[in-house]
């Protein structure tokens, strides 16, 4: 499995940006969960929101609730992350992991069993 992360960028607050996570080597009926964890500088990394590729289900931190919304397609093997409103507090490198055992309201918070990771891209909110 291989996942690429892109769409990062600098952008003043208040502004958009969406994040593409390109994935590869998954079977066509593979059931997995594929999430957005980010990391400031200094902090310690943190699930920012998550979605299973069987059902759509989604979870999502709640400093980011209302302001930032995850989709897959499936056809394309890409999940996005739609990041409106953008905060300062939101700068960091953001990552994308996949998984084929947990949950999205569980990979949200137990970020470390994450199986797959990809590189990160660097999202810089200017205020």
């Known amino acids: 499995v291989q996942l690429q992360a892109s769409g990062g960028g600098l952008v003043q607050a208040g502004g958009s940006l969406r994040l593409s996570c390109s994935a590869s080597g998954f079977a066509f009926d593979d059931d997995y969960t594929i999430g957005w964890f980010r990391q400031a500088p200094g902090k310690e990394r943190e699930g920012v929101s998550c979605i299973s590729s069987s059902d759509g289900s989604a979870a999502y931190a709640d400093s980011v609730k209302g302001r930032f919304t995850i989709s897959n397609d499936n056809a394309k093997n890409t999940v996005y992350l739609q990041m409106n409103s953008l905060k300062p507090e939101d700068t960091g490198a953001y990552y994308c992991?996949?998984?084929?055992?947990?949950?999205?309201?569980?990979?949200?918070?137990?970020?470390?069993?994450?199986?797959?990771w990809g590189k990160g891209t660097q999202v810089t909110v200017s205020s």
């Open positions: 992991a996949a998984d084929f055992v947990l949950l999205p309201q569980y990979c949200i918070v137990h970020d470390s069993k994450m199986d797959y």
